[in-house]
């Protein structure tokens, strides 16, 4: 199954409509812009609808949206076909999405697949049996200071995992099977960008920053 094609026609649902909670954050939407121009609020709204659709989009979710904000079907169809982060078809309820760019390739997203492979069985493109996990390689995710690294997506977040190697990949992927949220960001402990052994510059204002940094 690829995340780019349209999901098979036996795993199509006949039917979406927004629940009544998604409805007012689709009004929200639409009300940032000026009347008539209810159509620059498409990437929210599918974004929306891929959220209430266990994180895929079906056609008759498209079709829903463009006709909420009375936008020509195949507009809408345009849009959700062009960027990445619309998955077509299922593509697990933790879809993984690993960097092989060349910054994260470098810095070792080869390891990251392999612990991937070893942990989940997965390789690109495919979904575990119980659609728990998925896995895509993707394009350069801007983060490539913390490199290598990976997006995990599911119905109700999508973070960063960074500074990865196989040891950390695998371990966060087993907090995922166990039911944990594994940590955010660098699995390295660093903050943010900073240098791996801490910062080099500013120094003068270390100290508030230690203290920050404590506090958490
Ligand atoms: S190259 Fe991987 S995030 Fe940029």
Redesign the pocket.
Known sequence: MSARQPAPDHIQPREFKFTKDNMDIVYHHINKYPEGRQQSALLPVLMLAQRQHENWLPRVAVEHVAEILNVPYIRAWEVATFYTMYNLAPMGRHHIQI???????L?G?DEVFRAVKDELGLTHGHVTDDGEFGMTEV??????A????MQISTSNWDHYFEDLDYENTRKLLQELKSGKMPKIGSQKGRVNTEPMEGPTTLLDQQSDYEKSKKAG
């Open positions: 960097c092989g760019t060349t910054p994260c390739w810095c997203s394009e350069c995710l801007g983060s490539c913390t490199a290598p690294m």
